[in-house]
């Protein structure tokens, strides 16, 4: 059974940073996703970057694009979002969420991987305030 575990949540001024872990146990697939997606009370749930274990790719919303940056430590079995540049926005639950995954180009990746609906695995989440 595939364990996540999030941390790295808190509160922040605008335009300061903070970096989300994810850490991932028990996750034996050959090739998998593994994304950040945030939710705040009343909204739709967001894919916010997800991580392609078979060839490194990333993909970005384009909320965030330039703003956040996907890291991974593979002996701890780790991904990390560093949120530079935070807005008010940003503030939201943010979950960590897992699944075996294969894609034949970037293109399907690009367009498929924010997809809440494809993951299987999710952790419990951490809140992330940013004040203006």
């Known amino acids: 059974q595939v364990h996540l575990v999030e941390s790295g949540g808190g509160s922040v001024q605008a335009g300061g940073s903070l970096r989300l872990s994810c850490a991932a146990s028990e996750l034996t697939y050959s090739s998998y996703c593994v994304a950040w997606f945030r939710q705040t009370p009343g909204k739709a749930r967001e894919g916010v970057a997800t991580f392609y274990s078979l060839d490194g790719s990333t993909v970005y919303s384009d909320s965030v694009k330039g703003r956040f940056t996907l890291s991974q430590d593979n002996a701890k079995n780790t991904l990390y979002l560093e949120m530079n540049n935070t807005k008010p926005e940003d503030t939201a639950r943010y979950y960590c969420?897992?699944?075996?995954?294969?894609?034949?180009?970037?293109?399907?990746?690009?367009?498929?991987?924010?997809?809440?609906?494809?993951?299987?695995?999710w952790g419990q989440g951490t809140q992330v305030t940013v004040s203006s």
């Open positions: 969420a897992a699944a075996g995954c294969l894609y034949s180009d970037y293109d399907v990746f690009s367009r498929e991987a924010l997809r809440g609906i494809l993951y299987v695995y």
